[in-house]
């Protein structure tokens, strides 16, 4: 009895490195080995290595620049001291209004909607003088108008801006950019209540795009935060230190 040829399943790994799998691979039998992904990650972790170290002078004032001097490459310290004198220089030159305007309804249109063609602008609506919350949002409208120039912040009366418009809803705060309201805020209990401070108005600013996480007026205004407690307690250890010697 003549038993036929009949070729026996051979079950292949495709993935395995083999003399036979090249065979099949050759004659398209099996496909392709697909490329490993090891070379693939080792070139982006040496790629994040790079650009973390690129990257370490980000956020750096120009006093902790100059401070690196001994332990950085000299060519690339100074890219790095261009580059914040350069945002300086064009912080310095947007920052035309450092002042609160009150503005009144006939000029609205001018004051704000236009003017926000070319910055931004936070229009604060107030309450009556017994409005505590009103007169919160006043003094921090004053302090952030101070430093960030570049930013227009304006007030008036709710109801001289919107006509019937009531107490309870004030302070609101309505913010421009391009001709348009881009968020609206109505009193301070979407922020932080009596006790909302620059810090909450400014995360709005860095959520909306007006200010940048890498602003340096940020950072100093962080560490002049920080530096004041200590700077009143040396002062006190040093009059202590002086009474001594009396």
Same mark, same amino acid.
């Given at each position: 009895m003549n038993i036929p040829d009949v070729p026996i399943p051979v079950e292949v790994d495709p993935n395995e490195d083999t003399e036979w799998n090249d065979i099949l691979r050759k004659h398209g039998v099996i496909p392709e080995k697909p490329p490993s992904p090891t070379p693939m990650i080792e070139e982006a972790l040496v790629e994040a290595r790079r650009l973390a170290h690129e990257n370490r002078l980000e956020g750096k004032d120009l006093d902790e620049l100059d401070e690196l001097e001994d332990d950085e490459d000299e060519d690339f310290l100074e890219q790095y001291r261009l580059k914040r004198m350069a945002e300086l220089s064009t912080i310095t030159k947007a920052s035309v209004f450092n002042q609160v305007y009150p503005v009144q309804k006939p000029d609205y249109s001018r004051e704000v909607t236009e003017a926000s063609q070319k910055a931004w602008v936070f229009v604060l609506l107030t309450a009556s003088d017994s409005n505590v919350e009103s007169?919160?949002?006043?003094?921090?409208? +004053?302090?952030?108008?101070?430093?960030? =120039?570049?930013?227009?912040?304006?007030?008036?009366? =709710?109801?001289?801006?919107?006509?019937?418009?009531?107490? $309870?809803?004030?302070? %609101?705060?309505?913010?421009?950019?391009?001709?348009?309201?881009?968020?609206?805020?109505? %009193? *301070?209990?979407?922020?932080? =209540?009596?006790? %909302?401070? %620059?810090?909450?108005?400014?995360?709005?600013?860095?959520?909306? =795009?007006? *200010?940048?996480?890498?602003?340096? +007026?940020?950072?100093?205004?962080?560490?002049?935060?920080?530096?004041?407690? $200590? $700077?009143?307690?040396?002062?006190?250890?040093?009059?202590?230190?002086?009474s001594d010697w009396d």
């Open positions: 007169r919160i949002a006043e003094e921090l409208w +004053r302090e952030l108008a101070r430093d960030f =120039g570049d930013i227009k912040f304006c007030k008036m009366r =709710g109801n001289l801006c919107i006509e019937g418009y009531p107490d $309870k809803n004030c302070p %609101t705060v309505l913010i421009y950019k391009d001709g348009d309201i881009k968020r609206q805020i109505v %009193t *301070l209990r979407e922020l932080n =209540g009596p006790r %909302t401070s %620059t810090d909450d108005i400014k995360k709005v600013l860095l959520d909306l =795009g007006a *200010l940048q996480h890498s602003d340096p +007026r940020l950072r100093r205004k962080d560490e002049d935060t920080e530096q004041g407690p $200590k $700077k009143i307690r040396q002062s006190r250890n040093d009059d202590d230190e002086d």
